[in-house]
């Protein structure tokens, strides 16, 4: 079992970018699936997740990203639009056995390995 997160890059402020998470190994569909985020010197952070049809956001990104997912493909993916400075960090994404779309990190048992976006101002 296998996720292996890609996309990433370095673009401008008020940029968009779609990060990609491809699973292998078996089928993520009924399972919960998360985007964390990590900058320099700070903890990894709930960015995204879904879980099904149903998805959930950080305040800080609420309305700017948008997760989803393609189960014919086994990929979940990561639309950010009107990027940030703040915004970066090496994302990460994971896979999680609850029935619930869970914020913390240790929900989440499968983790890919990331990629990094840096959005300069």
């Known amino acids: 079992v296998q996720l292996q997160a890609s996309g990433g890059g370095l673009v401008q402020a008020g940029d968009s970018l779609r990060l990609s998470c491809a699973a292998s190994?078996?089928?993520?569909?009924?399972?919960?699936m998360g985007w964390f985020r990590q900058a320099p010197g700070k903890e990894r952070e709930f960015v995204a997740g879904?879980?099904?049809?149903?998805?959930r956001y950080a305040d800080s990104v609420q309305g700017r990203f948008t997760v989803y997912r393609d189960n014919t493909k086994n990929t979940v993916y990561l639309q950010m639009n009107s990027l940030k400075p703040e915004d970066t960090a090496y994302y990460y994404c994971?896979?999680?056995?609850?029935?619930?779309?869970?914020?913390?990190?240790?929900?989440?048992?499968?983790w890919g390995q990331g990629t990094q976006l840096t959005v300069s101002s």
């Open positions: 994971a896979t999680s056995p609850s029935t619930y779309i869970a914020s913390v990190s240790d929900r989440y048992n499968t």
């Open positions: 190994g078996r089928s993520f569909r009924d399972y919960s």
């Open positions: 879904i879980l099904w049809s149903k998805t």
